[in-house]
């Protein structure tokens, strides 16, 4: 097999980011964090599912059909209200809502939940590193969405 010549990349600053529609392959990218703390972003299948979300104090919860247990990850990228968009471990769950953990708030609005993630990458300093996906790159078959915190900017190499 001879190399792939037609690999796009998309750079993005905000959340939300559909980088592709329709079957692609996550090939790397370069992740340039701004401040030194913890942060996760997220490469995840573009199939969100909406449901709406409460928060009082530190639990966030979210109210839509699912079948998550504990400690799945999932990206909830916030559509109204003043919760964070992040990427969260859930910490109790049922079949019509589950919990995350957050920084204390009193919050409510919409969200959508992204929750097929193909990789989650974990920054802790303010050091730009890239990295490459093996073989033909993380198939994703329903596009490409990432999920990034507001300290952290991205370029995606897809195709």
């Not at 990789?119 to 990295?131: I, P």
Request: aromatic share 8%.
């Amino acid at each position: 097999m001879g190399f792939q010549y037609d690999v796009k990349s998309l750079h993005k600053t905000t959340s939300g980011a559909v980088v592709a529609s329709g079957r692609t392959r996550l090939k790397g990218g370069i992740v340039c964090p701004s401040v030194s703390s913890t942060a996760h972003m997220v490469f995840a299948e573009n199939t969100p599912t909406t449901g709406t979300y409460s928060q009082t104090t530190t639990t966030i919860t979210v109210t839509m059909a699912n079948s998550f247990t504990v400690g799945d990850r999932v990206w909830l990228s916030i559509t109204s209200g003043s919760a964070v968009s992040a990427a969260y471990a859930v910490v109790t769950a049922s079949s019509s809502q589950f919990t995350v953990t957050a920084a204390s708030a009193t919050n409510s609005g919409n969200v959508s939940v992204y929750s097929s993630i193909l990789l989650e990458v974990d920054t802790t300093n303010a050091t730009t590193f890239s990295f490459t996906c093996p073989g033909d790159g993380i198939l994703a078959e329903s596009g490409l969405y990432i999920g990034i915190p507001a300290s952290v900017t991205a370029t995606a190499f897809y195709g």
